[in-house]
Antibody, heavy 121, light 109 residues
Framework: EVQLVESGGGLVQPGGSLRLSCAAS????????MNWVRQAPGKGLEWVSY????????SYTDSVKGRFTISRDNAKKSLDLQMNSLRDEDTAVYYC??????????????WGQGILVTVSS | SYVLTQPPSLSVAPGKTAIIACGGN??????VHWYQQRPGQAPVLVIY???DRPSGIPERFSGSNSGNTATLTISRVEAGDEADYYC????????????FGPGTQVTVL
């Protein structure tokens, strides 16, 4: 059974940092591209970042470029998101999501349960 | 950047058909995927690659995509279909950028 379990969320002050992790199990982690998707309270889904299976290709949504860093450790089957210079508008539930890839990333077939990040003074 | 549009809300009576539109410039040239999200839960894939249904998703869910509009159709709507629905595409192969629609809240009367 595929499982994605996020950890590392919590309350942080504006300008602070937080590191999210996603532990994967039930599939060959090193064969899949992974993503972070977030959802602000009462709002829609927003894609945050993508990392290919080998970490060769990485991309971010414009609002987090230069502040967030996605990484992965295929040996440990883990995905991370280092979030620096956090802003109020980064408050959201953050989901780790596996993406099915066929020549290009396509759809998110498995999602974690989500972890809440609250940026507030 | 690529923008997707969806109606904010849709109300439908049980047993009737709900049709949710997702608009985008030449979206027919892209592969569109749909997610259902119930309150407090993670999204669930209900349609992928325009028309395909993952295992476990009822046949009542179907999709189409042409021109500037993709649609998710829910036939014989049930109370359990009440949820938010999001369309999603990828905007670039070389520098992957994913776009979600703003979501449609489906209410079963």
């Amino acid at each position: 059974e595929v499982q994605l379990v996020e950890s590392g969320g919590g309350l942080v002050q504006p300008g602070g940092s937080l590191r999210l992790s996603c532990a994967a199990s039930g599939f060959t982690f090193s064969s899949y591209s992974m993503n972070w998707v977030r959802q602000a309270p009462g709002k829609g889904l927003e894609w945050v970042s993508y990392i290919s299976s080998s970490s060769f290709t990485i991309s971010y949504t414009d609002s987090v470029k230069g502040r967030f860093t996605i990484s992965r450790d295929n040996a440990k089957k883990s995905l991370d998101l280092q979030m620096n210079s956090l802003r109020d508008e980064d408050t959201a539930v953050y989901y780790c999501a596996r993406v099915f890839f066929s020549g290009a990333p396509l759809y998110f077939d498995y999602w974690g349960q989500g972890i809440l990040v609250t940026v507030s003074s | 950047s690529y923008v997707l549009t969806q109606p904010p809300s849709l109300s439908v009576a049980p047993g009737k058909t709900a049709i949710i539109a997702c608009g985008g410039n030449n979206i027919g040239g892209k592969s569109v995927h749909w997610y259902q999200q119930r309150p407090g839960q993670a999204p669930v894939l209900v349609i992928y690659s325009d028309t395909d249904r993952p295992s476990g998703i009822p046949e009542r869910f179907s999709g189409s995509n042409s021109g500037n509009t993709a649609t998710l159709t829910i036939s014989r709507v049930e109370a359990g279909d009440e949820a938010d629905y999001y369309c999603q595409v990828w905007n670039s192969r070389s520098d992957p950028s994913c776009v979600f629609g703003p979501g449609t809240q489906v209410t079963v009367l």
